[in-house]
């Protein structure tokens, strides 16, 4: 994800929506959805045809559901797209319960793909319920940590990106990632 200035279109829309401006979304949506869709896809690389839930419909599910946040006041862009990542994440857990428990007994698991960024060496496909079952141990253990994870693996922020959004320092993120990581590999050892 790029970094943009404080000058950026998305940053002054972002204030605009602050200040009660709902109509600024519509003008919002052009601008992240590539961003956005990108980051969607990024989820289902490896997946099998037909889908239930296409990237796409991921990324306009999470945008309505942003659209209706009104206690959020988005700080940055970054810190946008760190909510973005969040409520993607939710909808796909929501969304791999559903599937999962239709098919009694998951032979088609909803999985997520992470790429060689994420950290975690080549592609890896996971299982998408035992991610967040992961995320969901390290958060009761560190919280911060978990956050770190999210905005990395769901919305694909690099670590100044993720700093800067924390307000802590990229040395702290990469210490805290470094920790996360070890400990995430552990919970999905069997994933792989």
Do not use: C
């Amino acid at each position: 994800m790029p970094e943009q200035s404080d000058n950026s279109p998305i940053t002054k829309i972002l204030t605009d929506l602050r200040s009660g401006g709902d109509e600024a979304f519509e003008v919002l949506f052009p601008l992240v959805y590539d961003e956005l869709r990108k980051i969607a896809g990024s989820y289902f690389r490896g997946e099998r045809s037909g889908h239930t839930l296409q990237p796409t419909a991921l990324v306009h599910e999470a945008f309505l559901k942003l659209s209706k946040q009104n206690s959020i006041d988005f700080e940055s862009r970054t810190h946008f797209f760190g909510v973005a990542a969040r409520l993607m994440r939710e909808i796909l857990i929501d969304h791999a319960r559903r599937h999962n428990s239709q098919k009694r007994g998951g032979e088609h698991r909803t999985r997520i793909t992470l790429d060689p960024s994420s950290g975690f060496g080549e592609s890896k496909q996971l299982d998408v319920l035992a991610v967040d079952e992961a995320l969901t141990a390290l958060e009761e253990l560190d919280d911060r940590q978990a956050r770190i994870v999210e905005m990395k693996f769901f919305a694909g922020l690099n670590v100044e990106e993720i700093a800067s959004l924390m307000n802590i320092s990229p040395a702290t993120v990469k210490r805290e990632w470094s920790s996360a990581r070890l400990f995430l590999s552990r919970m999905l050892t069997d994933q792989y």
